[in-house]
């Protein structure tokens, strides 16, 4: 047995050294076109529509139709209806993927208008008359509280709509 681990440490010895390295080359140079340090995404100034496709249309996909095979909910013609029950606000600035978006306060405030834009947004009717738009001030206030039972509290704000008579048509086959 001790000559079979002498064996294989010899052979690990032997063996040329590995192409990756843990540690940069100090000397590497960047590749074409990427010269200068990144902007990030909260300083680049893109549009809504164009912040939308890249913080949420990877799991919402890109009219917010959502994925049921995949665990995403729908949002269109859906997620105002979250501002019909306590809780629900809240909960939209809180969801992991907003929360945690490479956006700014005021940018995830402006995308969240946005979607809920009950003339022009993927939410549609199912925002509430009345809607109040978010600031950056009150996504700042709520977004750093975080979700720790995502499921749990989306199906209790569900249980709230489901009592209030609203229809539950958010993509994930529970009528």
Request: aromatic share 6%.
């Amino acid at each position: 047995m001790r000559l079979l681990i002498l064996a294989g440490l010899a052979t690990v010895l032997a063996a040329p050294p590995a192409m990756a390295r843990a540690f940069p080359d100090p000397q590497q140079k960047p590749a074409p076109g990427n010269e200068a340090p990144q902007t990030p995404i909260a300083q680049a100034g893109y549009s809504v529509a164009t912040n939308y496709q890249l913080q949420c249309a990877g799991c919402h996909l890109g009219s917010g139709e959502g994925s049921a095979r995949n665990d995403t909910p729908k949002m269109s013609g859906f997620v105002g209806n979250f501002l019909r029950v306590e809780g629900g606000r809240e909960f939209l600035v809180r969801v992991p993927g907003v929360a945690q978006a490479a956006l700014s306060d005021a940018q995830i405030a402006e995308l969240l208008n946005w979607i809920l834009d009950p003339q022009h947004g993927m939410a549609g009717a199912s925002t509430p008359a009345g809607f109040q738009p978010y600031t950056a001030e009150e996504v700042a206030r709520v977004r750093h509280n975080a979700l720790l039972n995502l499921p749990g509290t989306r199906a209790g704000l569900i249980a709230r709509m489901r009592a209030q008579g609203i229809a539950i048509d958010d993509g994930m086959g529970q009528p």
